[in-house]
Nanobody, 122 residues
Framework: QVQLVESGGGLVQAGGSLRLSCVAS????????MGWFRQAPGKEREFVAA????????YYADDVKGRFTISRDNAKNTVYLQMNSLKAEDTAVYYC???????????????WGQGTQVTVSS
C-alpha cells in the first residue's frame, strides 16, 4: 500500500497562511494523482484540491479557488497545499489522499493519510 504522512498544520490567524506537506512511500509516487480533503467536527469530509501525476492538471473546490494552491515534487515524493487568506471556516482536519486515477482522487481516493489539524482564529 501507499503510506501518506501529513505535516504543517497548526494555529493561524484569519488572513494568514500555512503550507501543508504530505510525504508518500511504499509505491511509485510519480504514478499517482494526489489530493487534499478536509473535515470539520460534525461535518462531512469534503474535497479541497487535486493534482495529476505529472502536476500539469489541478482542481479546486469552489470555496478555496484563488486562495489555495496544490503542487507536487515527485523527486521528493511530496505534495503540498499552500493556503493563503485563511478564514475561520477553513478550520478542519486536513487529509492527504492518493489514487491511480485523477478522477477517483477527487471523489473516493484509495489511500489516506492520518490528517493534520488546521485551526484559523477569528
Amino acid at each position: 500500500q501507499v503510506q501518506l504522512v501529513e505535516s504543517g498544520g497548526g494555529l493561524v490567524q484569519a488572513g494568514g497562511s500555512l503550507r501543508l506537506s504530505c510525504v508518500a512511500s511504499g509505491r511509485t509516487f510519480s504514478s499517482y494523482a494526489m489530493g487534499w480533503f478536509r473535515q470539520a467536527p460534525g461535518k462531512e469530509r469534503e474535497f479541497v484540491a487535486a493534482i495529476s501525476w505529472n502536476g500539469f492538471s489541478t482542481y479546486y473546490a469552489d470555496d478555496v479557488k484563488g486562495r489555495f494552491t496544490i503542487s507536487r515534487d515527485n523527486a521528493k515524493n511530496t505534495v503540498y497545499l499552500q493556503m493563503n487568506s485563511l478564514k475561520a471556516e477553513d478550520t478542519a482536519v486536513y487529509y492527504c489522499a492518493s489514487s491511480a486515477a485523477l478522477g477517483r482522487v477527487r471523489s473516493t481516493p484509495e489511500y489516506w493519510g492520518q490528517g493534520t489539524q488546521v485551526t484559523v482564529s477569528s
